[in-house]
């Protein structure tokens, strides 16, 4: 078997939950290490409360040094802070993070080169995005979501990201997940589907709950996405 580098993490702070998902180019154990590392990294910067620009620019710097030759790492690191309902996301050569409000979709695309690629002078190489979450989703994804193939064997891309969001939505994050994955299971156009990574910070399905501070972040990922 070989070790995938695709993986997720989130780091709950208080009234803020720091949130990453990444992609490690090749599999097998180099691509293990590096994703063990830049978990770590992670970690370290979001329990200093830095910023998702600045955290992107220690962990390219840090595995720009270590990384085995020819490995890098693309990345989506977030933040949301209930306080203010105000999520910020920095892009280091990943996918575009899609936030969804009622029908529309805003990407947010890579504003750098992936991590370990080349090191970085300053963490303004780092774009950093921010805007308020309110009633939409945002949904993070690997390249295992977007090059699934559709019933003409063709991959279906972000616009085909958007359309299987948009045809299986509902109030209910746990429902839409599941319709999804029961159109992969009926249809059998979505082999991948198992490499998909969606998580969003609020639930439409619970309207007028505000998160607090102090709110236990790790039970409300648990109880909602396990």
């Known amino acids: 078997r070989e070790i995938s580098g695709d993986f997720y993490d989130f780091y709950p702070h208080n009234d803020r939950v720091y949130f990453t998902l990444c992609d490690v ?12 590392r830049a978990i770590t990294l992670f970690k370290i910067y979001s329990k200093n409360k830095f910023k998702p620009n600045e955290i992107l620019f220690e962990m390219n710097n840090d595995l720009e040094l270590t990384n085995p030759k020819g490995v890098y790492v693309t990345s989506i690191v977030g933040c949301y802070n209930s306080s203010d309902d105000t999520l910020e996301i920095s892009n280091a050569g990943h996918l575009p993070a899609l936030f969804r409000d009622k029908d529309q979709f805003k990407e947010y695309n890579s504003s750098a080169m992936p991590l370990g690629v080349k090191k ?12 308020k979450l309110g009633e939409g989703r945002l949904y993070c994804f690997t390249d295992g979501f977007s090059e699934c193939r559709n019933e003409k064997g063709d991959e279906i891309g972000v616009d085909g990201v958007k359309q299987l969001i948009k045809d299986n939505q509902n109030s209910s994050l ?38 607090e501070k102090k709110v236990d972040f790790t039970k409300l990922f648990n109880e909602k996405f396990n």
Do not use: H, W, Y
Not at 25 to 34: I, L
């Open 25 to 36: 180019s090749g599999k097998g154990v180099n691509a293990g290490m590096v994703m063990a």
């Open 120 to 131: 970085a002078d300053n963490k303004n190489e780092f774009k950093l995005e921010s805007f």
């Open 174 to 211: 746990k429902k839409e997940l599941q319709k999804i994955i029961l159109c992969d299971v009926q249809n059998e156009v979505f082999p991948n589907l198992e490499k998909i990574l969606i998580r969003t910070l609020t639930d439409s399905g619970f309207p007028g709950v505000k998160f």
